[in-house]
Structures are given as structure tokens and as C-alpha cells.
């Protein structure tokens, strides 16, 4: 079980990987808005085979492809096993940042596009 501190809806998460950081945006309701890199999204238009959690062959493939999605998966699967931090560069470098409410509605606004 991942310990997680207490999130908030548009807090900036981060989860370490082996040679990467991993980002979302907590939207509340245990879901985490983020990028992810997915071959399903090359080898197919039908959204439904891009809806489970995704795994390391599929986003290694999607890495290399250069395909990836904004999509919206719960804290655990965003976690994948790893503990979670919430970013607080903006308070450690006293910089204004958006209002944590606009923060979660630009990440939902973006769910589903393929930049």
C-alpha cells in the first residue's frame, strides 16, 4: 500500500521513477490528471483498448512512438507502487502560483488530447 500524504484538488504530484520524474495534477475524488505515453494510441482509434492501466512494454513502446494522452487514472495506478509527493517548489522558491481550483480545471479541460 502507497502512504500518501493529505492531497488537495490542484496539487502538483510526483512520483519517482527509475530514470524520470512522473507528474499529475490531483483532481479530487482519488483521480490524478496526467501525461502518458501509450502504443494503444498508434495502433488504434477505439479509446476503450487505451482505458486500462497502462503498462511498461505499452508505455515504453508509446515513449518510443511518441504518442502519449492526457488522461485521468486513480491515485494508486498514478502511483503504480511508488510513494507520491506533493510539489512544493512554488512555496520553497516564494513564487505565486495559480490558484489550486484553476490549476485542476486547466488539467481536466486537457483529459483526453493527444499533444
Known sequence: VVKCPVLRRGDLLEVHRTIFIHHGIYLGNNRVA????????VLTNNKQHSKPVVTNKRLLLGCMYRKASIRIDSVEDFAYGAQIMVNDMDVKMKCQALASEEVARRAEKLVGDIP
Open 34 to 41: 496526467h501525461l502518458m505515453p501509450d502504443i494503444m494510441l
